[in-house]
């Protein structure tokens, strides 16, 4: 065999690696695609249904709204100033509640509608930061459940149980919300009573949709 063969033959297994590399590479990016479509469908439907839950929620809050509304107004009297300042303090709390769960069904309505994963990653990370905000914020109107019943009336006529009693209890539960207000924070959600809060359908959904997205990344890492 001159060298002439020798170079054609050489030329010829080159050729033939180059081309099982790109099919491998292909192959490659099928099963990528395919991985990555099939965990976003997952992290969306997650989201579809965490949004359908907060739709009943917008509903039913919208009702208890107009409730609340019903009672400040059939109230507005001296002799009733803490009810009045207490269900009006909780009215707030929920309006904002209410607009927070609207722009939540918005968010995951454009994540269903995102092509890229990078925007689908985004607005996901946006409604995990924002569910927490949320939170905070309305840990804050507790207090407030232990003020609607007080009345002049029942400070002069008997201080003891008013200021031993009820006043301490409403003191506890305003720390208390200023606390979580300042530690319910992402540096504290391998905290046991951080993960006791938020155990429930609207955190663990968010938490869970970023998971499927995070298995891409983790996917690419250990197969490149």
Not at 63 to 90: D, T
Not at 151 to 168: A, K, M, Y
């Amino acid at each position: 065999m001159d060298d002439l063969e020798l170079g054609e033959l050489w030329k010829q297994y080159n050729q033939k690696i180059e081309r099982a590399n790109i099919l491998n590479l292909q192959s490659w990016v099928l099963q990528l695609q395919t991985f990555e479509y099939l965990q976003t469908e997952k992290a969306r439907s997650r989201l579809n249904a965490l949004s359908r839950w907060k739709k009943w929620m917008i509903a039913l809050g919208l009702l208890w709204v107009l409730f609340l509304v019903f009672l400040v107004a059939g109230s507005l009297a001296w002799s009733k100033i803490f009810f009045v300042v207490s269900v009006a303090a909780i009215l707030g709390f929920n309006i904002y509640a209410v607009l927070v769960y609207i722009y939540h069904t918005v968010l995951i309505a454009a994540i269903d509608n995102s092509e890229s994963l990078m925007e689908v990653q985004e607005k996901t990370a946006r409604l995990k930061t924002s569910t927490l905000q949320a939170t905070r914020i309305l840990f804050l109107q507790t207090p407030f459940y232990a003020t609607f019943f007080w009345s002049f009336q029942w400070i002069r006529e008997s201080p003891v149980s008013f200021w031993l009693i009820t006043f301490p209890i409403a003191l506890l539960l305003t720390v208390g919300a200023v606390w979580l207000y300042r530690n319910i924070h992402p540096g504290n959600s391998d905290k046991k009573w951080f993960k006791l809060l938020f155990s429930g359908k609207e955190w663990t959904s968010v938490i869970r949709a970023m998971d499927y997205l995070k298995e891409i990344e983790e996917y690419k890492k250990n197969n490149i």
